[in-house]
């Protein structure tokens, strides 16, 4: 059995959202949602963390920013791309700076679409996360490295709201 | 002091105290929780974080840090064998400073900025504690006429009737010491951070876990202080003691929870006054009164 699932740090970084989406991940810390429950602290280091969790798109300012830190996380690590502008760019999606989503940076395993996103919405992506957290570690074990991409299903699930959004 | 009897007491140390310790901070965990209406995590989530951090991938700054971290848990492991195997209370003392040195300097080694501020901080919080923790030694040797813990646990007076002043210098600075706030400067475990982590900064996966579960050690060593108060050769004082501990580790977590972090000057101000004021006279009404 693995106890990176049972306990989940993760960071969060505020790509340039709105500051909608990180209202709602900071919702999840309070006590109404209270995800310390499953072990989640938020705790701001990257050398700490096992979840990364982005908010906002990529623009040409803060490339460098999500790599870095994604390459400081050790493994097994998962990016969840929260709200709708991580997923795709949302509706800053046609602005002269935006690259898009997360995706065009970094590897993403979880989207959570929504503008904003829920904070229910946000823990089931965490928690979604938490599968390909196990996947990741156990293939560590068997020395075959890490699986870069996104498992199936979420790629199918961001490809349809991507669809939606498009039309 | 025989040798069966320090060979029990460290034995139990080194295998009871990182279960004691995990418990006591998983606990901790669950009651802060609970004073911030939340529900709060499984008790035993201290140990799924251990785990965990012995899973992840090794990232290390340079080769050197590692080696500090692993003297920081050694001394401080030490340290508590000597405590629990009735040694002598100043050598603990200087055991203790010296692993604290070593988790400082791991720290400084990393290079990082935050790292090093919370190394400086670390500094600064035992210049604030040891005066404190040395008047505790004193009183401990004037009552007692010894600095060895065993004559201390098997005297017949109990040290908390002379040292009323001392206990509570010395509960004041195992605020510092257990790294809650008010004085959690230069790390902190709470979402509200502190320089990212301070001290620990630069540190993840198993060097993490080596410094979560030195900690743990060093908790349970800190609270056999407070124990060290209240045992004498009655044979209740040990329940007595470890009720104590528990009510005293309590009241830390209340005070953690009802304080904001303050300035390094307020801290060291404030634990030299204590020391002065609660300490010193101790000792002073103490010495003229015997
Ligand atoms: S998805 Fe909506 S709420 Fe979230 S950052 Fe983008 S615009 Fe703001």
Redesign the pocket.
Known sequence: MSYVTKSPWIIHYDGS?????DIEVLACLTPMYDVERFGIINTGNPKHADIFLV??SVNEQNINVVKQIYEQMPEPKVVVAI???ATSG??FKECYNIMGGIDTVIPVDVYVP????RPEAIIDGVVKGLGVLAEKRASMDKRIGVIPAAPEAAKEAAAEVKEKEEA | MNLTTAIIGIAAYLILAPIAGGLLAGIDRKISARMQGRFGPPILQPFYDFFKLLEKEPITVNKVQDFYVMCFLIFIVITGCFFFAGGDLLLIIFSLTLASIFLVVAAFSSNSPYAQIGAERELLQMMAYEPMVLLTAIGFYIVNGSFNIYDIVSSDVMAIQYLPGIFLGFVFILTIKLRKSPFDLSMSHHAHQELVKGLTTEFSGKTMAVIEIAHWYENIFLLGFVYLFFVNSLSWSPVLAVIICLVTYFIEILIDNNYARMKWQIAINASWIVAITLGFVNLLVLYFMR
Request: glycine share 32%; hydrophobic share 25%.
């Open positions: 959202s709105c500051n909608g989406c908010t906002g709200g709708i502008c949302g509706i929504g503008c904003a996103a």
